[in-house]
Nanobody
Framework: QVQLVESGGALVQAGGSLRLSCAASGSIFRVNTMLWYRQALGKQRELVAHITRDGDSSVYIDDVKGRFTISRDNAKNTTYLQMNRLKPEDTGVYYC??????????????WGQGTQVTVSS
């Protein structure tokens, strides 16, 4: 089995920074594209950013462009979301998602458990 383990969520003041981490573990052959989503209370889950294994990335929410950066470390099977100049509207549960091929060469769409980010005004 493969899984994603997230960390880094916290309560921070507006203007502060956080770095979220998401590490894949298990019987991994290769971790392909990794993505970050977020879901505010009472709102639909939305795609924040993605990054390919080769490092090509995109940020999809206009308001976070220039503030959030996605990166990855293939040696650690880990993706990061660096969040700067946080705003109260960034509050929500942040989820990691990844396309992972296991050692049986089966490909899975895997979700992390989510990590809470709360930004106080």
């Amino acid at each position: 089995q493969v899984q994603l383990v997230e960390s880094g969520g916290a309560l921070v003041q507006a203007g502060g920074s956080l770095r979220l981490s998401c590490a894949a573990s298990g019987s991994i052959f290769r971790v392909n594209t990794m993505l970050w989503y977020r879901q505010a209370l009472g709102k639909q889950r939305e795609l924040v950013a993605h990054i390919t294994r080769d490092g090509d990335s995109s940020v999809y929410i206009d308001d976070v462009k220039g503030r959030f950066t996605i990166s990855r470390d293939n040696a650690k099977n880990t993706t990061y979301l660096q969040m700067n100049r946080l705003k109260p509207e960034d509050t929500g549960v942040y989820y990691c998602n990844a396309n992972i091929k296991n050692t049986d060469l089966r490909t899975y769409d895997v979700w992390g458990q989510g990590t809470q980010v709360t930004v106080s005004s």
